[in-house]
T-cell receptor, first 114, second 114 residues
C-alpha cells in the first residue's frame, strides 16, 4: 500500500484518558499535516511538519495536544486528558517537495470521547 | 480574513442528472484552488487543482471552473452516478511562511438517488 496510513481507524475512550494516533505518510513525501474534522465541516488545520521539523501549529492545538515526527518519517498525534469536545475525525495528509503541494490524505482516525 | 464558502450546503439529485456546486473564496495571496471528494468516513481525495491562469479543468465527468477576478469556482458533475454521493470540498491555497497553506470550505453534501 503506497498511500497514507492512519492507525487506529476508530478510538473510543473515556474523558480524561490519553490517546495517540499514528500516521505513516507516503515514503517520498517530506511534508506532513494533521487536520481535525467535525461532522458537517471541512478539515481544520492543526499542525505541519517539513521532514522532522514542526514548522507551524494552529491555535486550535491546545497544550493537551502534541505532535511529533521523529526522523521525518511517521508522525504521532497525542491528546492528553481528553475532553468530549475532542471527539472528531483526525486526518493526516502528506505532500511531496513540489510547489503544487498536492495533499494525499489518509482515511482518518475517528475519536469518540465518552 | 482568509475564508472559503460553499453552496449549496446539501443537494439531492437523480442518477443521470447534472449538477453544479459553487465556491467563493477570499485568500491572499492566492496560489491555487482545489476540489476534493470525500466519501463518508474516508479522507478527502483530490479531484482538480487550478492556478489563477487556468479557467477550467476536467477530470472525467468532473469539470471545475475558476474565475480569479470574482474569486469564484464551480464544480460541474455530468451524468451523475450513485457513486458520486459524497461531500465535495473546495480548498483555496495561499502562499505564506514559505509554503502553500490551505483553507477548506465546509463542503457540499451530494446525494445521488436512483
Amino acid at each position: 500500500d503506497t498511500g497514507v496510513s492512519q492507525d487506529p481507524r476508530h478510538k473510543i475512550t473515556k474523558r480524561g484518558q490519553n490517546v495517540t494516533f499514528r500516521c505513516d505518510p507516503i515514503s517520498e513525501h517530506n511534508r506532513l499535516y494533521w487536520y481535525r474534522q467535525t461532522l458537517g465541516q471541512g478539515p481544520e488545520f492543526l499542525t505541519y511538519f517539513q521532514n522532522e521539523a514542526q514548522l507551524e501549529k494552529s491555535r486550535l492545538l491546545s497544550d493537551r495536544f502534541s505532535a511529533e515526527r521523529p526522523k521525518g518519517s511517521f508522525s504521532t498525534l497525542e491528546i492528553q486528558r481528553t475532553e468530549q469536545g475532542d471527539s472528531a475525525m483526525y486526518l493526516c495528509a502528506s505532500a511531496d517537495r513540489s510547489g503544487a503541494n498536492v495533499l494525499t490524505f489518509g482515511a482518518g482516525s475517528r475519536l469518540t470521547v465518552l | 480574513k482568509n475564508q472559503v464558502e460553499q453552496s449549496p450546503q446539501s443537494l439531492i439529485i437523480l442518477e443521470g442528472k447534472n449538477c453544479t456546486l459553487q465556491c467563493n473564496y477570499t485568500v491572499s495571496p492566492f496560489s491555487n484552488l482545489r476540489w476534493y471528494k470525500q466519501d463518508t468516513g474516508r479522507g478527502p481525495v483530490s479531484l482538480t487543482i487550478m492556478t489563477f491562469s487556468e479557467n477550467t479543468k476536467s477530470n472525467g465527468r468532473y469539470t471545475a471552473t475558476l474565475d480569479a477576478d470574482t474569486k469564484q469556482s464551480s464544480l460541474h458533475i455530468t451524468a451523475s452516478q450513485l457513486s458520486d454521493s459524497a461531500s465535495y470540498i473546495c480548498v483555496a491555497s495561499f502562499f505564506s511562511g514559505g509554503y502553500n497553506k490551505l483553507i477548506f470550505g465546509a463542503g457540499t453534501r451530494l446525494a445521488v438517488h436512483p
